[in-house]
Nanobody, 123 residues
């Protein structure tokens, strides 16, 4: 059974950091890109970052550029999202998703999604 499961969310003060994890099972992680998305209350889902199957290519949405870093450890079947300098506007449910392709190109789509992990940035 193909699954991706997020963890690592929580409450953090502005300026703080969190590292989210996306644990994959039921498929060979090495072959697929993985994306991170987020959705805040009342807002549309937003693409945060994507990493290619090898980890050689990474992409970031405008909201995370310079503050977020995506990485992967295929041996551990896990993708990470390191988030630094967090702002209240980063508050959202964060989701990881399995791509249907090796690369984070415009043609990639995402076929399996996790249940999400809540990130709240507040003092």
């Amino acid at each position: 059974q193909v699954q991706v499961v997020e963890s690592g969310g929580g409450l953090v003060q502005p300026g703080g950091s969190l590292r989210l994890s996306c644990a994959a099972s039921g498929f060979t992680l090495d072959y697929y890109a993985i994306g991170w998305f987020r959705q805040a209350p009342g807002k549309e889902r937003e693409g945060v970052s994507c990493i290619s199957s090898s980890g050689g290519s990474t992409y970031y949405g405008d909201s995370g550029k310079g503050r977020f870093t995506i990485s992967r450890d295929n041996a551990k079947n896990t993708v990470y999202l390191q988030m630094n300098s967090l702002k209240p506007e980063d508050t959202a449910v964060y989701y990881c998703a399995k791509g249907n392709y090796r690369y984070c190109s415009g043609s990639v789509s995402y076929d399996y999604w996790g249940q999400g992990t809540q990130v709240t940035v507040s003092s």
